[in-house]
């Protein structure tokens, strides 16, 4: 290759990598900016991660999905490998959205003005033979990352009040966290970029 064909072949290489990368920047933030707002209530598992600093890593009232909730469960099944999941949830009282029916693959009609969709993925070797076992869908919502130095404050309050997450759902139920929120205040707002 001349030196001249080589640089353009780097030239478009760079820009299809500039192109992809903006693709997935301008995907999550339209699901921020037009996603569906779901409130969730969650409780701190741990608050550091050396490599990357200060986060929250999620444990939420979604987590953990009861199997009689799934609609669609086959005689005798166990969850096969990275299952998908959808999750219907419904606006309670308290204004924290909770888990009420669950589907793998697709749910079979839209949800409901007062409800939404989030998708997820089931691991294999979940039994779902007993009806008051339970699975752990991961929708990749588990970690929230923190300015550095704010993640053991908010480990040490959120163990005696409550706390959630605000998420933006796409049509399709992929997940992002917008803001963690200490009751009604906004603590940390994602930005869109």
């Known amino acids: 290759m001349t030196g001249k064909k080589l640089i353009i072949a ?12 903006s693709w997935i920047i301008a995907g999550r933030a ?29 444990n939420n009232n979604i987590s953990r999905i009861p199997v009689k909730l799934i609609a669609n469960i086959p005689q005798g ?35 409901g003005a007062d409800e939404a969709d989030i998708a997820g993925h089931v691991a294999a070797g979940w039994g779902l033979q007993e009806p008051e076992a339970t699975i752990e869908p991961d929708y990749g919502i588990g970690r929230f990352y923190l300015p550095e130095g704010e993640g053991m404050a908010i ?13 933006a759902l796409a049509a399709d139920g992929a997940a992002q966290i917008k803001a963690l929120m200490d009751g009604d205040k906004t603590l940390f707002e994602e930005p869109l970029y």
């Open 30 to 58: 339209a699901i921020l900016r037009n996603g569906k707002e779901v409130l969730l209530r969650v409780q701190p598992v741990d608050p550091r991660d050396l490599l990357r600093g200060d986060y929250i890593s999620l």
């Open 155 to 167: 480990q040490d309050d959120i163990r005696v009040r409550p706390f959630g997450i605000k998420l």
């Open 77 to 111: 099944a166990s969850s096969s490998d990275d299952s998908s999941i959808v999750v219907r949830l419904k606006k309670g009282a308290d204004g924290y959205w909770q888990p009420s029916a669950a589907w793998f693959g697709k749910a079979p009609a839209p949800a």
């Open 10 to 21: 780097a030239l478009v290489l760079a820009l299809v990598q500039i192109g992809f990368l």
